[in-house]
């Protein structure tokens, strides 16, 4: 009861008895498992993305509906309802009306150029050469989050409206585009499988767009509990349990008042540098032996580990710092996902963490070895814990742990520091491709082809990144520390989630191009900073 309680008091009452009168005529579809936890069901966001050309906000509006008039992806439009057993359900209506539209919809247009605009003008910008730090200003939410949009679990159950809202914003020579989400519905593969099909349905393609897998059937209903997969969490024997979990919050208990706000910025970092990052990781790695394999991401969460740390820890601090990574599921586990993302979507919650555990006075006693060190720490976490049989462990582990407390397993010390990170291979912005809806394309030599901005919100609590597109893509950061930006072919993003009551929950998230595959997305826990990672 005591960690129920504590878990609340964070992330907000997940549980609410009052529902919006129930239509006998929808259809009722199942909120997964895996979907339906205390840790998503106030997860609400939204995407806003910048296009420098004007679009056609009829034409997006159009092709968004004939996507989720399509069966399966009807499960998109439902209405968020919970039942009497205190599980979340999706109603869905038997036929989109104007009174009980697919998605909510609100256009504004500004007839002046988005650089005359107060708010609007002050979105972050690329640095041409040199790194440089941005704003991240909480009024940028109001561009991309329209009046009454639902902004927690309560506001869904007590109203008729639909899970998603499209808000587009128009000026003379740009478009903002944003779709607000709750986090129990999709994730960000999720979001990158909806893009696809709403560009194919954009372009007059609606009979290419994959099936949806996931409206009925949960795909993940026997993770953990497939017999051919018996074998052992690697982290197992350091999992967190029984009167650890009491010690381990009141340390975050504590640390939650230590760290009650959060600085958000934005630091653009140029491709050198990040390149640089990763060779002094292998160059520390390869002095007595060919060095090992560790991608940028790996170097570049490694250098934000030590950056945050070495902020947050004293010198001579005995705590651990424990490096968490969200991977995604489809396609490492065919026993869950057998049909590949080209053939059909998987519309869900399916993203598990690994986890890397490094002593804070490694970093604080750092040697020109110590960047490699912890970067192949975080790459050696990934080998071991993303493999078919690690899966459905953390997935029995998972099972046990929201059954007692209502959140996930928990690895390491229980006075650890720990700094959450998110791998995710692609997502909304990755797989747009919105050119049949431009009507006037502008171009300029501060702003190459199109740029792509981001923010996300949770509850009443908004967290913004800025992200573009062009010879530089962003990597954003919500520490107030470290802020990162790249121009690599990935996209690196450092957001940190600020839970501060019912409705304050803090994200950023990126893009690197509306065409690219290699996103990567990131989270951050309430005391430390998050970040994107491609594997």
């Not at 007595?288 to 969460?301: G, L, N, R």
């Not at 929201?402 to 520091?417: C, K």
Request: proline residues 7%; neutral net charge; aromatic residues 8%.
């Amino acid at each position: 009861m005591v960690l129920q309680t504590i878990r609340r008091l964070v992330l907000g009452q997940t549980r609410s008895t009052t529902n919006y009168p129930i239509d006998p005529t929808d259809t009722v579809l199942p909120v997964f498992y895996f979907d339906d936890t205390p840790l998503l069901r106030n997860y609400v966001q939204c995407s806003t993305l910048r296009f420098n050309d004007v679009l056609d906000a009829a034409m997006l509006r159009e092709s968004l509906s004939r996507v989720i008039a399509l069966p399966g992806w009807k499960k998109l439009g439902g209405r968020v309802r919970m039942n009497s057993k205190d599980k979340l359900e999706i109603h869905v209506p038997e036929t989109f009306s104007s009174q009980r539209p697919a998605f909510g919809f609100h256009h504004t247009t500004f007839d002046i150029s988005i650089d005359e605009h107060p708010l609007a003008s002050r979105l972050p910008k690329p640095a041409p050469d040199n790194p440089s730090i941005q704003e991240q200003n909480p009024e940028f939410s109001t561009l991309g989050v329209p009046p009454d949009t639902p902004l927690c679990l309560d506001d869904y159950l007590k109203s008729d409206h639909p899970q998603l809202t499209l808000h587009i914003v128009s000026f003379t020579d740009a478009t903002l585009v944003s779709i607000c989400w709750p986090h129990i519905a999709v994730d960000g593969m999720s979001l990158a499988h909806l893009g696809h099909a709403w560009s194919l349905s954009l372009a007059g393609r609606v009979s290419e767009i994959p099936p949806m897998m996931s409206a009925n059937d949960d795909p993940m209903a026997n993770a953990g509990r497939d017999s051919t997969f018996t074998g052992p969490h690697p982290l197992g024997k350091q999992q967190i349990t029984g009167w650890q979990m009491y010690i381990f919050a009141f340390y975050y208990i504590l640390g939650l008042l230590r760290w009650r706000t959060i600085e958000s910025k934005v630091l653009f970092l140029p491709k050198t540098v990040v390149k640089e990052i990763r060779s002094q990781a292998l160059s520390s790695l390869s002095k007595e032996h060919t060095a090992p394999f560790v991608s940028e991401s790996d170097a570049i969460v490694a250098w934000l580990t030590i950056a945050v740390t070495s902020a947050l820890l004293p010198k001579g601090s005995n705590r651990s710092v424990t490096i968490g990574n969200a991977y995604d599921l489809r396609g490492r586990a065919p026993s869950l996902f057998p049909v590949s993302g080209d053939k059909g979507a998987y519309i869900q919650n399916a993203v598990f963490p690994c986890w890397a555990i490094v002593p804070a006075k490694m970093i604080h006693g750092r040697d020109e070895d110590t960047l490699g060190s912890i970067a192949l720490a975080v790459r050696r976490s990934i080998q071991e814990q993303t493999t078919e049989d690690s899966i459905h462990a953390q997935a029995r582990l998972t099972r046990d742990s929201l059954e007692v407390s209502g959140i996930p397993p928990l690895f390491g010390d229980v006075d650890q520091f720990t700094i959450h990170f998110a791998s995710v291979r692609a997502e909304l912005a990755a797989s747009l491709d919105f050119c049949p809806a431009i009507k006037t394309a502008f171009q300029s030599s501060e702003h190459q082809d199109s740029t792509r901005s981001v923010w996300n919100i949770q509850g009443s609590a908004l967290a913004k990144s800025g992200i573009n597109r062009g010879d530089r893509q962003p990597l954003a950061s919500l520490s107030g520390k470290v802020l990162l930006h790249t121009d690599s072919p990935k996209l690196y993003l450092f957001g940190a989630i600020a839970p501060s009551c019912s409705r304050a929950l803090m994200q950023s998230e990126g893009d690197v191009s509306a065409r690219t595959a290699g996103q990567i997305d990131l989270n951050i826990s309430r005391r430390m900073a998050v970040t994107t990672i491609e594997d």
